[in-house]
């Protein structure tokens, strides 16, 4: 009985440690996920009330996933010195959905890389097609330091000193970068999410067992 107790105590501490670690994690996550959305460089191209939307639908996932995450390790670690099942249970539900949402936004962003990119380079072309369009693309080429596409280069808005760079493929450059991030934030809390679902599990089954030995 008491090498059960020992064990239960060590698996609730860990769980405790898991959680604030947990905890910390939740608060990178929402704080990526507030960078990305914030950044002034990504907000500025896609400011634009008919700008493309997909980006920030990965963004929202990933801060949604983060606030929650912050208030789930606390419950957890309080569930874990608390030795409740019902907590442990309700924490293994929540981390369950939370894992889903963390995969979720990670392959949203990989399957959706090649389209967001494309929605971009249309809209960035569109802009250059049309008579009103200066403004916005005054504003890709200052953040991405580029002018013009290899098949459209406007002498009005493309100079000599204008920089010779593709914007399509600085768009391409700058939106991997940024979904990679994202792709490899969720799927890598995702993995520790994993580890507190066991440990939780664990923790629920022994403390169940101790108490029917007793």
């Known amino acids: 009985m008491s090498k059960v107790q020992g064990g239960m105590k060590c698996v609730k501490y860990l769980l405790f440690v898991f959680n604030f670690i947990f905890w910390l994690s939740g608060l990178l996550v929402l704080a990526v996920g507030l960078w990305l959305r914030f950044d002034p460089d990504t907000t500025n191209l896609l400011a634009e009330n008919d700008a493309p939307e997909h980006f920030f639908i990965a963004v929202y996932i990933l801060i949604g996933a983060g606030g929650v995450m912050t208030l789930v390790g606390f419950f957890g670690c309080f569930g874990a ?108 809390i995702a993995g520790i999410m994993i580890i507190g679902m066991v440990f939780s599990m664990v923790l629920c089954c022994a403390i169940r067992n101790s108490r029917e030995v007793i």
């Open 81 to 188: 010195v608390r030795e409740s099942q019902c907590l442990l249970g309700l924490f293994f539900a929540c981390l369950l959905v939370i894992f889903g949402a963390e995969v979720a936004a990670g392959v949203f962003g990989f399957l959706n890389k090649d389209k967001i990119i494309q929605d971009v380079q249309k809209y960035y072309q569109s802009a250059i097609e049309i008579s009103n369009g200066t403004a916005i693309t005054s504003i890709y080429h200052e953040v991405l330091e580029c002018c013009g596409t290899e098949s459209s280069r406007p002498s009005d808005l493309c100079t000599n000193d204008s920089p010779d760079t593709d914007c399509d493929k600085a768009i391409e450059d700058f939106f991997k970068e940024k979904l990679f991030i994202i792709g490899y934030v969720g799927i890598g």
